[in-house]
């Protein structure tokens, strides 16, 4: 069964850093699209970042110069760095796989991140 297992978050100060970072059981990993998403309270769940298997990045524009998503295929992992982290920040962070030429998702539970003085 795949999985996808997401870790690093909590409670950080405004102005702070968290690295988030998901690890994915799936065979062919490389071939995966990852993305992070969030849902902050009371919200819709949105796309954070995107990395393709050619290591392409799409940041939403609240994000970009702060975030930085990257992966390593060799150890199935995708990451979030996530710095001058701001109260509308907080959410849960959902880890995202996408195949594309077979339209296979996977989702991780979500870690939360709090960002509050």
């Known amino acids: 069964q795949v999985q996808l297992v997401e870790s690093g978050g909590g409670f950080v100060q405004p102005g702070g850093s968290l690295r988030l970072s998901c690890a994915a059981s799936?065979?062919?990993?490389?071939?995966?699209?990852m993305h992070w998403y969030r849902q902050g309270p009371g919200k819709e769940r949105e796309l954070v970042a995107r990395?393709?298997?050619?290591?392409?990045?799409y940041y939403t524009d609240s994000v970009k110069g702060r975030f930085t998503i990257s992966r390593d295929n060799a150890k199935k992992t995708v990451s979030l760095q996530m710095n001058s982290l701001k109260p509308e920040d907080t959410a849960v962070y959902y880890c995202?796989?996408?195949?594309?030429?077979?339209?296979?998702?996977?989702w991780g539970p979500g870690t939360q991140v709090t960002v509050s003085s």
């Open positions: 995202n796989a996408l195949q594309v030429i077979t339209s296979q998702e996977y």
């Open positions: 799936m065979s062919m990993f490389s071939t995966y699209v």
């Open positions: 990395i393709a298997s050619t290591t392409s990045t």
